[in-house]
């Protein structure tokens, strides 16, 4: 098995109980639900990450989220173009 590292999270109540709510629907622990979750955001474009991140203005997610998809289409999924590929 790889190294592991073990980090500390701060998430509000609601969060909590929906992530337990995830894991219990799909059978998994919260640390494999929450791992799982991190590593498929790390594998994420730049562009994708500050989505998800809200960095975007609400005015124009609709047409951020147009954008990277059309990238995506174009470049594939890790996106070769914002990668200097």
Do not use: C
Request: hydrophobic share 40%.
């Amino acid at each position: 098995m790889a190294a592991r590292i073990v980090v500390r999270l701060e998430i509000t109540p609601n969060a909590k109980k929906q992530l337990e709510d995830i894991g219990d629907r799909s059978g998994m622990t919260q640390v494999s639900l929450t791992s799982r979750i991190i590593e498929w955001f790390s594998g994420q474009t730049e562009l994708v990450q500050a989505a998800i991140l809200g960095h975007y203005p609400a005015e124009i997610q609709a047409d951020i989220a147009k954008l990277i998809l059309k990238r995506m289409v174009n470049d594939g999924p890790k996106g070769k173009s914002e990668k200097g590929e």
